[in-house]
Every structure is written in C-alpha cells, then in structure tokens.
C-alpha cells in the first residue's frame, strides 16, 4: 500500500549544479560564460538565503566539477562512456575539442562550493550523474549510465559522503534506468510535471510547441496548480518521485513588465500547497542566476518570504528530496519525524 504525507503542506528545492557542463552543447563559451562564472556568487548567496529562511535544499551536483583541474578529473574518468549518436552531447568529446585553460577553470570546477554546501545545514548534496549524463539520447546504452553513476558513487564516497537522490539532465527520465538508479542505492528522484507539455524526451529544445505552452504556464494557470500530492507509489524497484511543480526561470528583461504576475502565481501555489497538505516543488540551477545576481536573488527571497509567512500560518513546512522520500518510504508522521534531527528548525509543523 502507497504511503502518503497527509495534512502538512511541503515546500521543496532542489538545484541542478552543474557549470559549463550542462550547456557545453548548447552555448558557446563566449556566449554564457558571464552566467557560469556568476554562478559561483550564487551559490554563496543561495546558501546564505538558505540558511536564513531556514531552507532544505537538494543540490543534484555533476561530478566533474567536484575536482581542482583537468588532470584531476581525467583519473576519474570511466573506462566505459556514453556513445551518443551526436558526438557533440558528450562532456568527454567536449574535453577532446576544447582544452580547458587555467583562466577558464571556474567554467568547469568549484570543489570548494561542493564542500561549502555538503557543510550547510539542511542541504542534501545528491547526483546530476558524473559527466550530465542523457538517458533518452539515441547511442548511449543503459550499461553506460550505469558505469556513469557508479562514478558519481565512488567520487562521493570518497568524501565521506552517500548520494541518496539523482536528478537527470535535462530531466530526461527512462524507466529501465530509474530501476538501475535504486539497485545503486537511489531512494528518490525527481520527476517531471504531470501536464503533456512537461513531457521530456531527446532533443527536447527543437520541441517549440511544448515549449511556448511552458512559457505561457508561468504566468497564466493553463496546467492548473502546479502542486502535487505526496505519495511512495507501489513499484517498489525504483526510488520514490518527488516530481517538480515548476522551474524558476531567470528574471526576464524583455517580460519584466510580466514578472509581478509570474510571483503571484508562484505564491499562489504555494499557498494552495501549504492550505491543502500538498507539496510544491521549486527548481532551477544556479548558472540562471548568474547573469543578473542581484534581481534573481532578490526574486527569490520574495519566494521565501512568502513561505515564511506560510509556515507561520498554516504550518508550511521546507524539506529536501531525500528527507521527504524517507518520510514516505518509513511512514513517520508529518511534522515528528524531523523535529529531534533538527532543532535549528522552528517547531511550526
């Protein structure tokens, strides 16, 4: 029987951390570099806002920033790699093609962010694959994945650290490799909206259609309540799914005019998350921010102010991936099963 988180509403974050790793085949370095490199300034201020909100985070990390330099990383490589149809999708064709340069090392590494999250309170530091690995690219096998995140394993374990939650590239979920993510010990993933328009597949970028319909989402209820009742679900042989309500984009300057009705909508799920015991789950990566620091920041304190206000008044409550898939798969009640763990948190719930 399904387990369920009943009465309480949830508020989830979860970030993908990823560097020039995660758009080396859509950008040019030229072209979003100023992005990449601002994003380690968001990490410091995320984690500071974080910390004052009293926010439980999931930081699904890409293994290969977790090293100093190339010739670290290059010890680190698997003897088996994806073999994408197109080349070009590969982080390891990338390195073949394009030598990384001392002056571009903050492109493609930060070990000293990872440590400075893994360190922070409430944050979960779980797995964006080794290499942002994509498992509905034509080429690549399920064996490759496979050898890709018992990588990301190792490299983690080698820090004193155990990765309960994945999160894929591009959000690009398959369901023979979910089965493999929970043989290697993955208790929870996220997964996509439930609305058509949410539906990732390969190449998703060239899909226009689903696209413009996810744009007019962010302002206008088109899918309805982006919240979602929290539950394990009866397939026992993968992780549980704790799906994403909605990716917070950067501030836009060509809608800015439109970004008030964007944070009503937001706050109004949240809101109904928080009135109706559901859970609303927030995401992004922090290279979105890096362009315009300070009013991305400044949008999402408006986000955790909100949230403070709905803690206060309805209980609201923040948790990370894991820690909500553990109160789904143990079956502990709602509001307890956190309270010893973490006496920093106000007992509101």
């Given at each position: 029987m399904?387990l369920?988180?009943?009465?309480i509403?949830?508020?989830?974050i979860?970030?993908?951390?990823e560097l020039f790793?995660g758009?080396?085949?859509?950008?040019e370095k030229?072209?979003?570099?100023e992005?990449?490199?601002?994003?380690h300034?968001?990490?410091?201020?995320?984690?500071?806002l974080?910390?004052r909100y009293?926010?439980h985070?999931?930081?699904?990390?890409v293994g290969m920033i977790?090293?100093e330099?190339?010739?670290q990383?290059k010890?680190?490589?698997p003897a088996t790699?994806?073999s994408?149809?197109?080349?070009?999708?590969?982080?390891?064709?990338?390195m073949?093609?394009h030598?990384i340069g001392?002056?571009d090392?903050?492109l493609f590494f930060?070990?000293?962010?990872?440590e400075?999250?893994?360190?922070a309170?409430?944050?979960e530091?779980a797995?964006?694959t080794?290499s942002h690995?994509?498992?509905?690219?034509e080429?690549q096998?399920?064996e490759?994945?496979?050898?890709?995140?018992?990588t990301?394993?190792?490299l983690n374990?080698k820090r004193?650290?155990?990765i309960?939650?994945?999160v894929f590239?591009?959000?690009q979920?398959?369901?023979?490799y979910l089965k493999?993510?929970?043989?290697?010990?993955?208790?929870a993933?996220?997964?996509?909206?439930?609305?058509?328009?949410?539906?990732?597949e390969?190449?998703e970028?060239?899909?226009?259609?689903?696209?413009?319909?996810r744009l007019f989402?962010?302002?206008i209820?088109i899918?309805g309540q982006?919240t979602?009742?929290?539950?394990?679900?009866?397939?026992s042989?993968?992780?549980?799914n704790i799906?994403?309500?909605?990716y917070?984009a950067?501030?836009?300057e060509?809608?800015?005019l439109l970004?008030?009705?964007?944070l009503?909508?937001?706050?109004g799920?949240?809101?109904y998350a928080?009135?109706?015991?559901?859970?609303?789950h927030?995401?992004?990566?922090?290279h979105d921010?890096g362009?315009?620091?300070?009013?991305?920041v400044?949008?999402?304190?408006e986000?955790?102010?909100h949230?403070e206000?709905?803690?206060r008044t309805?209980?609201?409550r923040s948790r990370?991936?894991?820690?909500?898939?553990?109160?789904?798969t143990v079956?502990?009640?709602p509001?307890?099963e956190?309270k010893?763990a973490?006496?920093?948190?106000?007992?509101?719930?």
């Amino acid at each position: 029987m399904a387990l369920e988180c009943k009465r309480i509403g949830t508020f989830i974050i979860s970030l993908d951390f990823e560097l020039f790793w995660g758009v080396h085949d859509v950008y040019e370095k030229k072209d979003y570099e100023e992005n990449v490199r601002g994003a380690h300034a968001v990490v410091v201020s995320l984690l500071d806002l974080f910390s004052r909100y009293k926010i439980h985070a999931t930081w699904a990390i890409v293994g290969m920033i977790y090293f100093e330099n190339m010739k670290q990383l290059k010890k680190m490589i698997p003897a088996t790699k994806p073999s994408y149809s197109q080349k070009r999708l590969s982080s390891y064709y990338y390195m073949e093609t394009h030598p990384i340069g001392e002056s571009d090392l903050n492109l493609f590494f930060a070990p000293h962010l990872v440590e400075r999250i893994a360190s922070a309170p409430f944050q979960e530091v779980a797995t964006h694959t080794f290499s942002h690995y994509y498992c509905l690219e034509e080429g690549q096998t399920l064996e490759q994945f496979s050898c890709d995140l018992r990588t990301a394993r190792e490299l983690n374990r080698k820090r004193g650290w155990e990765i309960k939650s994945i999160v894929f590239p591009r959000n690009q979920v398959d369901d023979e490799y979910l089965k493999e993510c929970k043989r290697l010990g993955m208790a929870a993933y996220r997964g996509n909206e439930e609305s058509w328009a949410y539906r990732m597949e390969s190449s998703e970028r060239r899909r226009y259609a689903k696209r413009a319909f996810r744009l007019f989402d962010r302002y206008i209820p088109i899918f309805g309540q982006h919240t979602f009742r929290p539950i394990a679900g009866e397939d026992s042989s993968i992780p549980v799914n704790i799906r994403a309500s909605r990716y917070l984009a950067k501030v836009s300057e060509r809608l800015k005019l439109l970004e008030g009705l964007r944070l009503k909508r937001i706050k109004g799920e949240m809101t109904y998350a928080a009135k109706s015991g559901e859970a609303y789950h927030l995401w992004w990566h922090p290279h979105d921010f890096g362009g315009n620091i300070r009013d991305n920041v400044g949008f999402l304190e408006e986000i955790l102010k909100h949230f403070e206000y709905l803690r206060r008044t309805y209980g609201f409550r923040s948790r990370n991936m894991i820690e909500l898939a553990d109160e789904l798969t143990v079956g502990n009640t709602p509001g307890e099963e956190l309270k010893d763990a973490h006496p920093m948190e106000e007992a509101t719930v």
